[in-house]
């Protein structure tokens, strides 16, 4: 099995990026090939909604950086995507990565690598939040799931790490267990 974190904050050693690693170091220990994948890392642009990537067979008419994603997501059982909430959602580079996605999709929000295999492909989304209520911005993590389930993947686990504004995730002690333990599940549950 090969799963893949996606980091799309703009803090290569942040707390999303902990969360996401921590994640695959459970899934790893299970006997999964992982990679990591840090936004700060890729040159990626915006989407220009110019429709280019559907009037030919060419895909997005942008070069850069989100082929080589596209083509880790295309190999990968499942994907972890992580990201800050930042003013109530996704962050900006986690949003720009999700735009640039809409040149894998054909216009009924069906992905091209359905047409390629019939395997699911899994995800599990994660946020990260400064306050301490993990419902406070729900209806967004919901809107967001379901986002993800209309681009046809199967939404696995949706973990909220709140608290951010007291301390790094990496200080609190039951997230270590609880973390590897979302990856070690996935990896089982693929098994």
């Known amino acids: 099995m090969k799963m893949i974190g996606i980091i799309a904050s703009p803090r290569k050693e942040g707390n999303t990026a902990w969360i996401v690693n921590k994640i695959l170091e459970g899934a790893k220990e ?12 890729l040159d990626i642009n915006p989407c220009r909604g110019c429709w280019g990537c559907h009037k030919s067979d060419q895909g997005c008419v942008i070069k850069d950086d989100m082929q080589k994603l596209n083509e880790a997501m295309d190999r990968a059982n499942a994907i972890i995507f992580g990201s800050p909430i930042y003013l109530t959602q996704m962050s900006a580079q986690a949003k720009t990565i999700i735009d640039r996605m809409f040149a894998r999709f054909s216009p009924r929000y069906s992905p091209y690598f359905k047409e390629e295999s019939t395997a699911e492909k899994k995800l599990i989304l994660t946020f990260n939040q400064g306050n301490p209520d993990s419902g406070l911005f729900q209806p ?24 951010m504004r007291n301390g790094p995730a990496h200080e609190q002690k039951d997230l270590h267990t609880s973390l590897k333990a979302i990856g070690s599940s996935a990896v089982n549950d693929f098994n």
């Open 140 to 163: 967004y993590i919901d809107y967001t799931r379901h986002m993800f389930e209309l681009l046809e993947f199967t939404v696995q686990e949706v973990p909220v790490v709140t608290g």
């Open 30 to 41: 299970q006997g999964a090939e992982t990679e990591s994948w840090y936004f700060s890392d």
